[in-house]
């Protein structure tokens, strides 16, 4: 951190205080669509999806951490909820006694193939139908901007285009 800090204009201000509350927004928008349509959360669908993109819908515990940025207890909590609720399965890795993969079980599948369309649906309503296809790139750099920063690394900012 700088010796002093570099106060946010009453525009930057506004605009963090906007970015928060609609992240605040989406996620409930979100949240409140998954569970009406599949009876499932955010956390759920996120762990689903990354299980049906992976080869044999499977993948390492370690890799559904690297996957959605999760931290290894987060990941194994959620993933003991899922495994009671029936939507994924746990098994111990091949060659590895220590490691767990983590299976999307048949009915994992189905929750998700029920909530896919109303939640493409519910993300078209809540973000695309407001943004301009051509503002896409733009903002696409801001969010990896974002993403790319690391909580306490001391980095400069980059010059706004």
Same mark, same amino acid.
């Given at each position: 951190?700088?010796?002093?800090p570099?106060?946010l204009?009453?525009?930057?201000?506004?605009?963090?205080?906007?970015?928060?509350?609609?992240?605040?927004?989406?996620?409930?928008?979100?949240?409140?669509?998954?569970?009406?349509?599949?009876?499932l959360?955010?956390?759920?669908?996120?762990v689903?999806?990354?299980?049906?993109?992976?080869? =044999?819908?499977?993948?390492?515990?370690?890799?559904v951490?690297?996957?959605?940025?999760?931290?290894?207890?987060?990941?194994?909590?959620?993933?003991?909820?899922?495994?009671?609720?029936?939507?994924?399965?746990?098994?111990?890795?091949?060659?590895?006694?220590?490691?767990?993969?983590?299976?999307?079980?048949?009915?994992?599948?189905?929750h998700?193939?029920?909530?896919?369309?109303?939640?493409?649906?519910?993300?078209?309503?809540?973000?695309?139908?407001?943004?301009?296809?051509? =503002?896409i790139?733009?903002?696409?750099?801001?969010?990896?901007?974002?993403?790319?920063?690391?909580?306490?690394?001391?980095?400069?900012?980059?010059?706004?285009?």
């Open positions: 951190m700088t010796a002093e570099r106060w204009s009453d525009e930057e201000q506004a605009f963090w205080r906007l970015l928060l509350a609609a992240d605040r927004t989406l996620e409930r928008v979100v949240d409140t669509a998954l569970n009406e349509s599949a009876d959360s955010s956390p759920e669908f996120a689903l999806v990354t299980l049906s993109e992976a080869e =044999d819908r499977r993948l390492r515990l370690r890799e951490c690297a996957e959605l940025g999760w931290d290894r207890s987060r990941t194994s909590h959620q993933i003991t909820r899922m495994e009671r609720r029936g939507l994924v399965s746990k098994e111990k890795s091949p060659g590895d006694a220590r490691g767990v993969m983590v299976c999307l079980t048949e009915r994992g599948m189905t998700l193939e029920q909530a896919a369309p109303d939640h493409v649906e519910t993300v078209r309503r809540a973000v695309f139908d407001h943004l301009a296809p051509a =503002d790139p733009a903002i696409s750099r801001f969010f990896e901007g974002i993403l790319a920063v690391e909580a306490n690394d001391d980095v400069d900012a980059p010059a706004a285009n």
